[in-house]
């Protein structure tokens, strides 16, 4: 009898074991849909998507070289990256309402902000001129001061990899960077690396100090990132980018728990918006999402002006 139940606790043990375990793909929209599954592998397979359908108009020539978005308090944010010192707050047509100058710090190559309950986070670590700064940037600003007098606190940051500081030419080096989020306990920053093509994802503190960045994993985007936004209500971080032709995409990352990237979901998605360089993306709940490029000018294809767009992703609800 003893050996009986002894056996029936051992196999329902292995029973719980197994079943909690059962790895597939658990995303509803992915070809490879596993329904028995339990929890996600990664390996989710998707059909090709390409977004035709936008809302855009023509951002004020003060902003021709707008380099992020972030929406708080029903309106957006965004600045240049690396022409003056202000943070512009836009209403949802794109129109500037507010200038902002923060005093006291430079802007060297300003690419991407990002945001928590409490603070912007203003990244200072455009790096594609040369590939050989060592004076990366992130600067913390209180929202409590923001139109009064801004209070900043600075991070200041190394990508341990990174070893030869000489001079290189433009666009070539991997350690670039133009994309970060913030979570509740740190920032996790994604490069934009000219050479490989990828982007190596790398966390940091966020609070005041020097660091050395830690590396977490490489996505294969086959792609320049330029930019980022968190849903954490989603698990969801949505990357935005382009190839070296200017043919624009985004980079859903989809099931992250804790912000752990393991068997995370990976979902490329291109914009039908031909050589236009965007620069940022930003969404508050997963489906609307607002996008920016900068000013564009070639001799063969023409001059393409600073722009916001946006688009909805409603018809991948699940």
Partial sequence: MKFHLFSCFFCWIIFQNTSSAQLGCTDVLAKNYNQNAVENDGNCCYKRLKIKKFTSVVLSDMLNETSSLVEWENHLYTHNDDTDLHLY???KKGAITKS???????????????????????????????????????????KNSLFDNPKIETISFSYPEQTDFSKQKSNITNFDCEAFIATENELILFTKQWKNNQSAVYRLP???????????????????????????????IAL??????????????????NVNFENINQR???????????????????IDFYISNERFSRKIIGTVLQQLHHFSLEFMSR
């Avoid at 923060?102 to 300003?110: E, T």
């Avoid at 928590?116 to 050989?132: C, I, P, Q, R, V």
């Avoid at 935005?240 to 728990?257: A, E, Q």
């Avoid at 490329?268 to 997963?286: C, D, M, R, V, Y």
């Fill in 89 to 91: 707050q836009l209403d």
């Fill in 100 to 142: 902002i100058k923060l005093n006291g710090i430079k802007n060297n190559d300003w690419e991407e902000l990002t945001q928590d309950e409490t603070h912007f986070y203003l990244g200072d670590f455009g790096n594609n001129a040369s590939g050989n700064r060592s004076d990366l940037t992130i600067f913390k600003i209180a």
């Fill in 206 to 236: 966020k609070t005041a100090g020097k660091y050395s960045a830690e590396y977490i994993t490489t996505l294969k985007v086959n792609g320049l990132i330029t930019g980022a936004t968190f849903v954490e209500g989603k698990n969801l």
């Fill in 240 to 257: 935005c980018g382009h190839t070296k032709k200017l043919n624009p995409f985004m980079y859903l990352i989809y099931d992250l728990k």
């Fill in 268 to 286: 490329k998605i291109k914009l039908k918006l031909p050589f236009h360089q965007i620069e940022a993306i930003s969404s508050t709940n997963g």
